[in-house]
T-cell receptor, first 114, second 111 residues
Framework: DQQVKQNSPSLSVQEGRISILNCDYT??????FLWYKKYPAEGPTFLIS?????DKNEDGRFTVFLNKSAKHLSLHIVPSQPGDSAVYFC?????????????FGQGTRLTINP | DAEITQSPRHKITETGRQVTLACHQT?????MFWYRQDLGHGLRLIHY???????NKGEVSDGYSVSRSNTEDLPLTLESAASSQTSVYFC??????????FGQGTRLTVV
């Protein structure tokens, strides 16, 4: 049972445009959500997070939106740059339940075209 | 600077052999995790630990074991390596209510 789903395996965006990556979850106990970026032959690196008490968190070019009623979150990157080409994973945890483990989605490969 | 390191970075082993992958962190985090990354599956949790002497099974724990004798280390052991365990393995550590930090990964090939 996939509790965190990223339904788009890949996404291609023109440089300078907005990239929107989507993630859905099924477990209503999840209350903390994170996005990670991964380059080939490297470990995932943290990008941005959001708590369930918020519906938006912004950090520079990256904004994460959370829609709790739809159990959906999205990552917006604007403007997109060639260095943003990577695999992006969303992750969730049920911290109010004492669970520090992160459950990950399948990942979306983002390609930024010049 | 604090870090998390995995060794070896690459390993080739034969079916049936016992293999241990090392993970060492200097963040002083209580929470440590092992994931495997496979195409189409993302990162799947193998085992995790919330502190010394604490270990828990993740979603794909069959054939794997871990032990936690100190805060810094969480070695992952494949008791009898199988071809289905060919994968890239990532170790991570996390403080309470913070992001997790990942190691560089170990690429394991079972032949």
């Amino acid at each position: 049972d996939q509790q965190v789903k990223q339904n788009s395996p890949s996404l291609s965006v023109q440089e300078g445009r907005i990239s929107i990556l989507n993630c859905d979850y099924t477990n209503s106990m999840f209350d903390y959500f994170l996005w990670y970026k991964k380059y080939p032959a490297e470990g995932p690196t943290f990008l941005i997070s959001i708590s369930s008490i918020k519906d938006k968190n912004e950090d520079g070019r990256f904004t994460v939106f959370l829609n709790k009623s739809a159990k959906h979150l999205s990552l917006h990157i604007v403007p997109s740059q060639p260095g943003d080409s990577a695999v992006y994973f969303c992750a969730a945890s049920a911290q109010n339940q004492g669970a520090q483990k992160l459950v990950f989605g399948q990942g979306t490969r983002l390609t930024i075209n010049p | 600077d604090a870090e998390i390191t995995q060794s070896p970075r690459h390993k080739i082993t034969e079916t049936g052999r016992q293999v241990t992958l090392a993970c060492h962190q200097t963040w002083n985090h209580n929470n440590m995790f092992w994931y495997r990354q496979d195409l189409g599956h993302g990162l799947r949790l193998i085992h995790y630990s919330y502190g010394v002497q604490d270990t828990n099974k993740g979603e794909v724990s069959d054939g794997y074991s871990v032990s936690r004798s100190n805060t810094e280390d969480l070695p992952l052991t494949l008791e009898s390596a199988a071809s289905s365990q060919t994968s890239v393995y990532f170790c991570a550590s996390r403080g309470q209510y913070t992001e997790a930090f990942f190691g560089q990964g170990t690429r394991l090939t079972v032949v």
